[in-house]
């Protein structure tokens, strides 16, 4: 069972970034999909969800620039990052809802 997330990297602001995450050794489509960050010093925090209905909820500081969204024939839950911002760098993981289950990170680094 594994959680393998990509598409991290060093942007500059206002740039785009779209976040991966694929999914190994479970049913993906019967899950709630999550993405978090946590930047140096700060607790983590809930960026997106995405239901296995496909409904979907954002934090507030992201809302209208990122968008989550799943493939269930690829296992793959995405999370499209527009208008990044300083204060978007973090380490970015993506997590199934209705078990303890955790990507391994991917960083994200908005310059400017």
């Known amino acids: 069972v594994q959680l393998q997330a990509s598409g991290g990297g060093l942007v500059q602001a206002g740039g785009s970034l779209t976040l991966s995450c694929a999914a190994s050794?479970?049913?993906?489509?019967?899950?709630?999909m999550r993405w978090y960050r946590q930047a140096p010093g700060k607790q983590r925090e809930l960026v997106a969800g995405?239901?296995?209905?496909?409904?979907?909820n954002y934090a507030d500081s992201v809302k209208g620039r990122f968008t989550i969204s799943r493939d269930n024939a690829e296992n793959t839950v995405y999370l499209q990052m527009n208008s990044l911002k300083l204060e978007d760098t973090a380490v970015y993981y993506c997590?199934?809802?209705?078990?303890?289950?955790w990507g391994e990170g991917t960083q994200v680094t908005v310059s400017s």
């Open positions: 997590k199934v809802v209705e078990r303890d289950l």
């Open positions: 050794g479970i049913i993906f489509s019967i899950y709630g």
């Open positions: 995405i239901t296995r209905g496909g409904n979907t």
